[in-house]
């Protein structure tokens, strides 16, 4: 029973770190954008595994089918 004495102000300071770590993640913006931390993989800058060929130039967007169809 002399054990309960040690633990309950444990747990009391472990449950005021736990409210304090929220209240500090909340205030610092950690949860203001949850969506775009997920999308941001998919556009991911990949440009140098990308081969010359089939690279698309952001120059000129049109197709380079149109250059063979006016020769």
Do not use: C
């Not at 999308?39 to 380079?64: S, V």
């Amino acid at each position: 029973m002399d054990i309960v004495i040690l633990l309950i102000p444990i747990a009391i300071i472990l449950a005021g770190f736990a409210i304090w770590a929220f209240f500090w993640s909340v205030n610092s913006g950690q949860f203001d954008d949850l969506e775009s931390p997920a999308h941001r993989i998919l556009y991911d800058d990949d440009e140098d595994l990308i081969p010359e060929d089939a690279r698309q130039k952001k120059d000129n967007p049109e197709p380079e089918n149109q250059d063979q169809d006016t020769r």
